[in-house]
């Protein structure tokens, strides 16, 4: 599970994540807990999930302004 902290734009990032599908790579959206947001992944590096969700809200352009942060959860 990885962990994504915004205050802003959480509508976006869920439905971004949610339809992300390359490479067999899969994100899901399971709770939110105040700013934090919460996805399950098939891959099995939570680290490396962590860096391919930065990089792909980062692609979009409100990701470029967007200041959020990202992590695993074990």
């Known amino acids: 599970m990885i962990e ?3 205050a ?3 509508d976006k ?3 971004l ?4 599908n390359e490479d067999g790579v899969e994100f899901s959206y399971k709770e939110k807990k105040g700013i934090n947001l919460y996805f399950e992944t098939n891959m099995e590096d939570l680290e490396s999930a ?3 969700a930065k990089k792909v809200i980062k692609s979009e352009p409100w990701g470029t302004v967007l200041f959020f942060r990202v ?3 074990e």
């Open 4 to 6: 994504i902290t915004s």
């Open 8 to 10: 802003v734009h959480q």
């Open 13 to 15: 990032v869920i439905d």
């Open 17 to 20: 994540l949610n339809n992300y």
């Open 50 to 52: 962590s860096k391919l």
């Open 71 to 73: 992590s695993p959860v």
